[in-house]
């Protein structure tokens, strides 16, 4: 099995900063692309940024500019670094994760969401 596990979500001003964390572990042949989600109350579930193994990154145009996404491949672990926040940054990030497991079978995985809330 394979887990996702996230931190560094939390309550901020608007312009402040936050770093969430998302750390695999478990049954783990390779680690390929991850990434980040949010949601917020009554929205479907959106892409803010994912990078590859390889370092190749994506991100949302409304994150573009304020939001760095970072992998350590070395501790399994994808990084999101969020500047100038703004209110409507307000949601339930999730990490996805595509996990190559031992016998070759490729699977999503997702980790539970960490609130992000920016207050005006």
């Known amino acids: 099995q394979v887990q996702l596990v996230e931190s560094g979500g939390g309550l901020v001003q608007a312009g402040g900063s936050l770093r969430l964390s998302c750390a695999a572990s478990g049954s783990i042949f390779s680690l390929n692309t991850m990434g980040w989600y949010r949601q917020a109350p009554g929205k479907q579930r959106e892409l803010v940024a994912d990078i590859t193994s390889g370092g190749s990154t994506n991100y949302a145009d409304t994150v573009k500019g304020r939001f760095t996404i970072s992998r350590d491949n070395a501790k399994n672990t994808v990084y999101l670094q969020m500047n100038m926040l703004k209110p409507e940054d307000t949601a339930v990030y999730y990490c996805?994760?595509?996990?190559?497991?031992?016998?070759?079978?490729?699977?999503?995985?997702w980790g539970q969401g960490t609130q992000v809330t920016v207050s005006s």
């Open positions: 996805k994760a595509s996990v190559t497991r031992a016998w070759g079978l490729t699977i999503i995985y």
